[in-house]
């Protein structure tokens, strides 16, 4: 197995298969880069730079560090995916309904981070944590395993930083991210399995890829303070188009294509946030985020096999979210963000899509004066969603999704 599967798994398993998205978020992009963020919606995220996770949103914010600090931590995300009152035509023509399937799975993201000043001026960073990822499973006995089956991505963000402060209100960063990926794809068709081999050109496996790639991308970011009680922030991160390529067959474009790489187009992302405190106990915060999943139009390989087109939409995030200081043992935080699907009119039961809303719950509890534990819990609020795929007219499926999600993190941090 080559070292090259990433986001080909990402982007099979969201394009080849018509699948399209992840639990956590629009698209297949992940929202758990840290348990305080997560106990806040991401509120804020961009700016308030309370523990050294700020770094995986907005580089400037470690100018706002006046010692090194470490964070680490994990999001466990507990997905509950539906797909009901389906409708299946198969390659004979014939239609029969299918009993609903549960599909979701329970998914662990770890994440660490470093931040260390090196001087009133400059400070420099690292990071390991996950911005993309997905995994949903169909019984291997679906009818409909042509558009269901397996599709598991894991992504890895390594983040090497740096930011500057260039006077008493402005500060200004970025940083490099490497991006590893690995994933596994798989696809069948129940009923030309059981076909004779003359009355089929397509029996066996549809799409069977296990590949992972690496690409290179980078962010930048400016911190504007305003006093020391009011400060925006602002970051851009751009993603590049990964090829991967590994074990792939994709029976369509003639079985075994593991000479060509698989390109994959990753979205931009830009976020404005703001953060306000408005006395000694309680601060409010507030994040806008733009996710440019338009740029995610198809999925092709160097040797120009067309495995699919989307017809995705740029997505947002509206977050806002409060922090009260209870006193020196406890900050309880909580928040609110309203999610837009990456889809638009075309939809898929693979990982369904829709807008979401996240209801999110927090504290920190302070061991001392240099350490916290953080904990945070999310609800993950998804819409029915109707949901109609073909095959190029050989087999129909028609149905109704709907995608939740309990998100829940414990994370350490301390600085020195």
């Known amino acids: 197995m080559n070292k090259k599967r990433l986001f080909t798994k990402s982007v099979v398993a969201v394009a080849i298969t018509m699948a399209s998205q992840q639990a956590l978020a629009a698209g297949f992009q992940l929202n758990a880069q840290s348990a305080t963020g997560l106990g806040r919606a991401f509120a804020g995220d961009a700016v308030i730079a309370d523990n050294a996770s700020a770094m995986a949103r907005n580089a400037a ?4 560090f006046d010692a090194p600090a470490i964070s ?31 599909i979701g799975d329970i998914s662990y993201v770890p994440n660490i981070y470093y931040i260390h000043p090196i001087n009133d001026k400059w400070a420099v ?25 397996m599709t598991d991505v894991k992504s890895i963000n390594f983040a090497l930083s740096a930011s500057y402060r260039i006077n008493q209100q402005w500060s200004v960063g970025g940083g490099l991210d490497v991006i590893y990926g690995s994933g596994k794809l798989q696809r069948t068709n129940k009923t030309l399995e059981g076909l004779v081999e003359q009355q089929t050109t397509v029996a066996g496996p549809l799409v069977d890829i296990d590949a ?41 474009g003639g079985g075994d294509i593991s000479n060509e790489k698989l390109k994959m187009p990753l979205p931009d992302m830009a976020e404005f946030s703001g953060f306000h405190k408005l006395n000694d106990k309680f601060a409010v915060h507030y ?24 017809e995705w939409q ?10 009260y200081y209870l006193n020196n043992d406890w900050t309880l935080r909580t928040g609110y963000m309203y999610d837009t699907s990456a889809q638009d009119q075309k939809t898929s039961i693979s990982v369904p899509d829709s ?13 001392d004066a240099k350490s916290n534990i953080d904990v945070g819990v999310t609800y993950l609020l998804g819409e029915d969603v109707s949901v109609v795929e073909n095959s190029n007219g050989l087999t129909t499926i028609a149905g109704t999704t709907r995608a939740n999600a309990w998100l829940y993190g414990i994370q350490y941090s301390r600085s020195f």
Not at 127 to 142: Q, R
Not at 314 to 323: C, I, M, P, R, V
Request: hydrophobic share 30%; proline share 1%.
């Open 61 to 64: 914010a470690m100018s706002l």
């Open 72 to 102: 680490l931590g994990i999001n466990a995300i507990d997905t509950d995916i539906k797909v009901k009152n389906a409708q299946y035509t198969n390659v004979l023509q014939q239609t029969s309904s299918i009993d609903d399937e549960q």
């Open 125 to 149: 960073g690292a990071g390991i944590y996950s911005n993309f990822g997905t995994k949903t499973e169909f019984g291997s006995d679906y009818e409909a395993n042509e558009y269901g089956g």
């Open 212 to 252: 992972d790639g690496v690409a290179l991308g980078w962010n930048v970011g400016t911190v504007y303070e305003l006093n020391d009680n009011n400060r925006f922030g602002f970051s851009y991160r751009y993603s590049p188009e990964l090829e991967a390529d590994g074990d792939m067959y994709y029976q369509p």
């Open 287 to 310: 994040s806008v985020q733009w996710i440019g999943w338009s740029a995610f139009d198809k999925l092709e390989t160097t040797g120009n096999k067309e495995l699919n087109t989307y």
């Open 314 to 323: 740029d997505g947002w995030h509206y977050a806002l979210g409060g922090t």
């Open 355 to 367: 807008d979401r809303q996240w209801f999110s719950g927090g504290f920190t509890y302070h061991l």
